[in-house]
């Protein structure tokens, strides 16, 4: 395993404070501004504890943990309140050589010579670098994408597809066993009135010929109706309670609806990458929602309110009710949902199970996980559910809605990407093979890098000009830049070995600014799967591409003294190495050639 500076650290403060070293380890920063070390600890965290300033704390750990500025590896001065960093008795190398005080942080720099070793020689032993081995006991589901049959598969579906798969990708990568769940939407009053719609109009549409977007003409001109007619709502509703029932016509109709989407969703799914290993929707829950009642019931917490049957949270902070059986004894999602934690729990046995959505589901999944801890589940379960939501995706005209007709189909987006990365490779380089696969790979991964680049929780507004520009911290500027690398390698005619490289001539700030990132990989990693944030990794990627651009501009890296050479060659397979790894993750496959 790679050296864990950050558990040094953390071992060496927690000695000194007595306090608990897997709290210092949580309050431990990598700086942004590289003039401020490798790593740094905001003393202002123990300020309450210590009753002390954030200066003064600071001032006494270094004085009891350093010894000029240098501490050794396997040579630290003991005694005076001195503790070792470090003790390998096999390594005499210096791990930390300087600690200084910057307004109430304690700074650590690593020793450089000792950290380009050690990185790229991990780089050429390891097939999957920063990949752990160690969470093969821990079980994830992930429910994302989940979109609605008979519906398009617009742009606000986009996102959780592609937040869920990264997050899906970087889970397995860590060595976790994750189970990915297409929760389908697939039942529900929307079909009661999908099936009043096509009772109504049906003859008017050949569903062989784009069957979606028939579909959805039939469910925008229903639901319009039923703003006009209170009595077609109510047919709707009880289309829904015979679907329920198992009526055949209904069941009939449902089956052929959802046959057809699945196909049209599959195409959406293969242009991206996507798979899952659960395509199990709302309706596979439907028959497992009266042990979720009769539970409810029995303990108690099931009780009537204007004829529907409700869970009163109001206990627990939450001032709307959670529905569970409508006035006329439907179910509605939230049962199912309930039924899926009931069912997911003793299939998958999971320490987490994540629901990517919307924020405009928060207030459904905090009535949810309060209402699975009163079906007597463990508590490992109920602690282990987590809402991951993401902010809207919103056209330059405003928010999208099936209901009114305003969406962007995602299939035609991915084809018009790719289509735009076409023209462009064409301008740029008219001569170059495979452009039809290369314009896929561009246009799509700029897509989905798009998605994952900016903080989930933000609105974002579908710009695809932007997306598909190569001088910006985009999808195809990381793409760019691997391709880069390729070509680097291609003209040095030779991969280099470690072992034939010298890493001391690898210590300027351009080439250390990328050893430094990619030791952070697999920090990186963790990071996006405490916070669920794939975009912590997507900003890893530009960084890295910036740092080797930089690199690229100020070294010849193809030049006489081959020794130089050697080095430059291969801290540029490490890079390449690392950047196309990281995409994979994120779903974005890298060309060879651009």
Partial sequence: ????????????????????????????????????????????????????????????????????????????????????????????????????????????????QYMTKEVLEKIENEEQYGKAINQKNKNIV???????????????????????????????????????????GDYGTQFGKLIEGYKLWGSEYDLSEDPIDKLA??????????????????????????????????????????????????????????????????????????????????TGNLQESEGAMIVDLSDKGIDTPCIICKTNGSTIYATRDLAAILYRSRTYDFDKALYVTSYEQNLHFKQIFEVAKLLGLDEKYTNGLEHVPYGFVRLSTGRMSTRLGNFVKVEDLLNDAINQAKKIIEEKNPNLENK?????????????????????????????????????????????????????????????KFEDVDTDLLQDEYSQKIIKLIYNFEEILNQVIEKSEPSILARYLIDLSKAYSNFYNENKIICDDENLQNARVYLTFATGKVLKDGAKLLGIQMPEKM
């Fill in 436 to 496: 039809e696969e290369i314009a896929k790979k561009v246009g799509i991964g700029a897509i989905i890098f798009n998605d994952l680049a900016t903080s989930r929780i933000k609105d974002e507004i579908f710009d695809i000009d932007a997306m598909l520009n190569f001088q910006g911290e985009t999808g195809p500027y990381i793409q760019y830049t691997y391709v880069r690398t390729n070509s680097v390698l291609e003209k040095a005619k030779s991969m280099p």
């Fill in 217 to 298: 003409d039939i469910y925008k001109r229903i639901n319009e109706l039923c703003k006009e007619d209170e009595k077609v709502l109510d047919n709707c509703r009880e289309n829904f309670k015979l679907l329920e029932q198992g009526d055949e016509y209904c069941t009939k109709l449902w089956q052929e609806f959802k046959d057809l989407s699945i196909k049209e969703f599959q195409k959406i799914y293969d242009l991206l990458g996507s798979k899952f290993d659960s395509w199990n929707g709302e309706a596979f829950y439907a028959d497992k929602t009266d042990e979720v009642i009769q539970i409810l019931q029995k």
């Fill in 142 to 184: 992930i429910d994302y994408s989940s979109p609605n049959i008979a519906k398009p598969f617009h742009i606000g579906h986009l996102k959780t597809t592609v937040i869920g798969g990264a997050l899906y990708n970087i889970y397995k990568y860590l060595g976790y066993n994750v189970t990915g769940v297409n929760h389908l």
């Fill in 1 to 112: 395993m790679m050296t864990d500076f950050k558990t040094i650290i953390a071992n060496v403060i927690a000695k000194v404070t007595n306090i608990d070293q897997k709290e210092i380890y949580g309050y431990i920063e990598i700086p942004k501004d590289i003039s401020n070390g490798d790593y740094a600890f905001p003393c202002f965290k123990l300020a309450k504890i210590m009753k002390k300033s954030p200066q003064q704390i600071a001032t006494e750990i270094k004085e009891k943990i350093s010894f000029e500025d240098t501490i050794s590896a396997d040579k630290v001065t003991q005694g005076k309140g001195k503790m070792p960093m470090y003790n390998d008795e096999n390594d005499s190398n210096d791990k930390i050589t300087k600690i200084d005080i910057a307004g109430g942080y304690l700074n650590f720099y690593i020793n450089n």
